[in-house]
């Protein structure tokens, strides 16, 4: 079962965050015929690679919950933690991959910084897919789409509410 990140901890810095997933599909080009495209899995694990910035108060806190056997133990447990995404942020049920385990790279001062690498089992979305290309369509892509959608349906479908 899934532990939750610690409270009052930072999360994954945004700046110098990275995110990857791997095709579902591949190509084949067959000696004769034209080539195809075959689908492999559903599955789109979806990995992070990112830093946690903290003070050295934190960063105790961090270990504890890192190495404890009632929370994260030593990284074979999953857990909880809010990720930024396209959407806002966002719920993710992350582990750590073998190479990505915590490790500390920078220490000044009180300010203590880990490298990470995380993966999760998806990519989670807030809202439907058909709904946010409906919603673009009709009212474009300039806003983030969970305040576009509050304004528009306070301020456009109910102005009487």
């Known amino acids: 079962m899934a532990v939750n990140y ?16 791997a095709a579902t599909y591949r190509m084949s080009d067959p000696a004769v015929g034209p080539g195809y495209v075959e689908r492999l899995t559903e599955n789109t694990p979806v990995f992070w690679s990112f830093s946690l910035t903290m003070t050295r108060e934190q960063a105790n806190i ?20 809010p990720v930024k995404t396209e959407e806002g942020l966002v719920e993710h049920e992350l582990r750590f991959t073998v190479d990505g385990y915590p490790q500390l790279k920078s220490e000044t ?34 806003y983030p789409l969970q305040f576009e959608y509050l304004d528009r349906t306070v301020n456009k479908e109910w102005p009487d509410a």
Do not use: H
């Open 109 to 142: 001062g009180n300010i203590l910084t880990y490298g990470c690498e995380c993966f999760a089992k998806r990519l989670v979305r807030e809202f439907d897919d058909d709904v946010i290309l409906e919603w673009s369509e009709q009212y474009g892509a300039a």
């Open 6 to 21: 610690p409270k009052g901890l930072p999360l994954m810095m945004v700046s110098g965050k990275s995110r990857s997933q």
């Open 62 to 81: 961090f270990r504890i919950w890192l190495e404890s056997p009632n929370y994260c133990d030593k990284g074979l447990s999953s857990f909880i933690m």
